[in-house]
């Protein structure tokens, strides 16, 4: 069975800081991934998602992501975080993206320090 | 484009009785997946629907059950509701398997 792990809880950096969130997944196959953020009372929003080919992938907002299948990871990033980014964020393992079920971490949540 | 709406967004049920969520696909999408989000955690797969029939379902008893119209809508039903039941269900919409899946805002469900 597949599932993904979100190391942290919880963090907290400044303003105009670098970002680093974790996810480690655990798939038999070439996984899908995905992160999605979440404000509060809101659904979920697409960041980005990789499919196959270039390691690295951008999304919306500033934010990349590099899949390393030999450490089962897929990070996010950003090089300097707004406070508007201040959001739970979870990262998600399917078998495909829209014909299949989406394998949720349980989320980090992000606080931004001005 | 009209993205994934849900309604009611809000409600309050007891225990026992029965609830029914709705969801409106985003245009052209005919696959709607649910999932149930509880407080803290991440969402949860329930079960998806592609043209009108189940395409798959996660660990959740049979009380929860599902529909999908001709227009790619879908309902979710919770039959003799639980404390546990309460939630944030989600609803995603999709287009084929390699387009991925659009959430709507949600319904909060409680249970008293």
Known sequence: AQSVTQPDIHITVSE???????????YGAT???????????????????????????QGIKGFEAE???????????????????????????GMDTGRRALTFGSGTRLQVQP | ETGVTQSPT?????????????CSSQSGHNTVSWYQQA?????????????????????FPPRFSGLQFPN???????NALELDDSALYLCASSWGSNQPQHFGDGTRLSIL
């Open chain 2, 39 to 59: 407080l803290g955690q991440g969402p949860q797969f329930i079960f998806q629907y592609y043209r009108e029939e189940e395409n798959g379902r996660g660990n």
């Open chain 1, 16 to 26: 105009g800081a670098s970002l680093e969130l974790r996810c480690n997944y655990s």
């Open chain 2, 10 to 22: 809000h409600l309050i049920k007891t225990r026992g009785q029965q609830v029914t969520l709705r």
């Open chain 1, 67 to 93: 899949f390393k299948r030999s450490q089962s990871s897929f990070n996010l990033r950003k090089p300097s975080v707004h406070w508007s980014d201040a959001a739970e964020y979870f990262c998600a393992v």
């Open chain 1, 31 to 57: 996984p899908y991934l995905f992160w999605y953020v979440q404000s509060p009372g809101q659904g979920l929003q697409l960041l980005l998602k990789y499919f196959s080919g270039d390691t690295l992938v």
């Open chain 2, 72 to 78: 790619y809508s879908s309902e979710l039903n919770v």
